[in-house]
Nanobody, 126 residues
Framework: VHLMESGGGSVQAGGSLRLSCVGSGYTYRNYCMGWIRQAPGKDQEGVAPIDADGSTNYAESVKGRFTISQDNVKKILYLQMDSLKPEDTATYYC?????????????????????WGKGTQVTVSS
């Protein structure tokens, strides 16, 4: 399983970015995907998962501002991030697993997934 993120960058508060993650080496539609982020000096934080059936969840800190989606044909996972805040500054990781990870686990630990991309940096300035 190989995951490659793109779309990170620097933006001012209130701006938008769209992250993409291209997956390969597995049957995409059977996998659960998601985004995890980690800010310097902080623990991993589960941002948003999307299960194989398309169901989603969001961290309270991003709810209403971020949208996770996927293109099962192209095997691309997206994270549309709007109304960005300085506290959204972090490295964002695309994650995947063949089994669904309970949102309670993702939200509490920011982990649980077996496969991770290398991450893409998002920096939001005030």
């Amino acid at each position: 399983v190989h995951l490659m993120e793109s779309g990170g960058g620097s933006v001012q508060a209130g701006g938008s970015l769209r992250l993409s993650c291209v997956g390969s080496g597995y049957t995409y539609r059977n996998y659960c995907m998601g985004w995890i982020r980690q800010a310097p000096g902080k623990d991993q934080e589960g941002v948003a998962p999307i299960d194989a059936d398309g169901s989603t969840n969001y961290a309270e800190s991003v709810k209403g501002r971020f949208t996770i989606s996927q293109d099962n044909v192209k095997k691309i996972l997206y994270l549309q991030m709007d109304s960005l805040k300085p506290e959204d500054t972090a490295t964002y990781y695309c994650v995947a697993d063949s089994d669904p990870i309970p949102w309670a686990v993702v939200a509490a630990t920011g982990g649980g997934y077996n496969f991770w991309g290398k991450g893409t940096q998002v920096t939001v300035s005030s």
